[in-house]
């Protein structure tokens, strides 16, 4: 039976972070990446990537990923109501499939000195100073970034999340892009908050798909598509692409007990609430617990403080923004405010795509364009009281 210092359970952008976070830190340290999948893979995803993700790799020594896909230097937005913010991105962001973002991302981790494995986790149990995996792997410290139905985030013993904190989205690709260089969100009406993306891909086709930020309201696979259609016509999807997936939002409840077993992306909730971008946030909680699991018994102490530091003024940040992004009044003043105000719109950008906050600058400009004068003064005082602006 193997022994090792980390054993990181997942292979996707949060594990191989805190891969070669723990290898940068300590050269010497033993570290297996355990995956059910070889690679490369496809992975559901709209393959977006922020600018500031690259730099997050790059200090972890994956310099090589930032020449992958294309890159998409504007930013579309449009609501139902025809509001539409068309501008340049403070910072080019790329398209990068998850068949080569993981690959490189797995390469990296290698060559810095982790062993990959191909296996599926099935028990993870901890047993005083070790953590005991399948009756055949023992570790120091395991860290869980097994995505949305975690294995080990249910070995802990962690809540479900609740279906409000709970996006589905589907995906696919087709040979026509909406705007080359451009991420395109077309923003649905209706009770729960949705939208239709398309994101152009290298030799000019996109990836496209439709996300609804409520699982109580997504539906069925079929009126997924027929909602996709209607908000991309003449971008249909190629059958044989399209996938589903859940999405754990960083609105639910969060939770990082004490103890050697850590949760980091999607295991630990973490995708963004107003975008459904999963990718900054698993590359920095993977970063946070690679740091953590130096810590032996103090790594889920260590770990849970960490991620409160970095992350909890964005998530309350986030989480107010998306129930105001709800109502549609509230929708339109902010597209309508970041189609005129620089400030605002990359306030936008930082949120969504980022670990951004919002200033109370940037809200008195949205709160400016909501109908009426008394509504506008209202709405900015609600939610700068909410996010503690």
Not at 63 to 79: D, N
Not at 213 to 221: C, Q
């Amino acid at each position: 039976m193997s022994t090792y210092d980390v054993v990181v359970v997942g292979a996707g952008p949060a594990g191989c972070a805190a891969a070669l976070n723990v290898l940068r830190l300590r050269p010497s340290a033993s570290v297996l990446l355990l995956d059910a999948a070889a690679f490369p893979r496809d992975k559901t995803c709209g393959d977006g990537v922020a600018a500031e993700v690259f730099d997050l790799l790059d200090e972890l020594g994956a310099t090589g990923v930032r020449a992958l896909g294309v890159a998409a230097p504007r930013l579309r937005l449009r609501t139902p109501q025809g509001r539409v913010a068309h501008r340049t991105a403070p910072r080019p962001n790329r398209v990068v499939t998850r068949l080569e973002l993981d690959a490189a991302l797995v390469d990296a981790a290698v060559a810095a000195g982790a062993q990959l494995r191909r296996h599926r986790v099935r028990t993870v149990v901890p047993h005083g100073d070790r953590v005991l995996l399948d009756d055949d792997v023992v570790a120091r410290v395991v860290i869980g970034a097994d995505g949305a139905h975690s294995v080990v985030r249910r070995a802990l013993g962690a809540p479900g999340v609740p279906p409000s904190s709970t996006a589905v989205a589907i995906r696919g690709y087709t040979p026509v892009a909406a705007e080359p260089g451009t991420l395109s969100i077309e923003y649905a009406g209706g009770a729960v908050p949705a939208y239709a993306w398309s994101f152009p891909i290298a030799g000019g086709g996109a990836n496209v798909g439709y996300g609804v930020f409520d699982e109580r309201g997504a539906g069925n696979r079929a009126s997924l598509l027929e909602r996709l259609a209607a908000l991309l016509p003449g971008q249909e999807p190629d059958p044989s692409t399209l996938r589903a997936h859940h999405l754990p939002l960083s609105t639910a409840p969060r939770f990082q007990p004490d103890g050697r077993v850590l949760l980091a992306g999607d295991a630990a909730a973490k995708v963004n609430p107003l975008t459904g971008e999963g990718i900054f946030d698993a590359v920095a909680s993977g970063i946070l617990a690679g740091r953590s699991a130096l810590r032996g018994d103090d790594a889920g102490a260590a770990h849970r403080a960490a991620m409160e530091r970095t992350f909890a003024r964005h998530h309350r940040h986030v989480g107010t923004l998306a129930r105001l992004a709800a109502r549609p009044a509230f929708l339109d003043a902010a597209i309508g405010a970041a189609a005129r105000s620089r400030r605002v719109f990359d306030c936008a950008v930082g949120l969504g795509l980022a670990r951004g906050t919002v200033s109370p600058a940037a809200l008195a400009v949205v709160a400016a364009h909501l109908p009426g004068a008394a509504l506008g003064g209202a709405a900015r005082r609600r939610a700068a009281a909410r996010s503690g602006v």
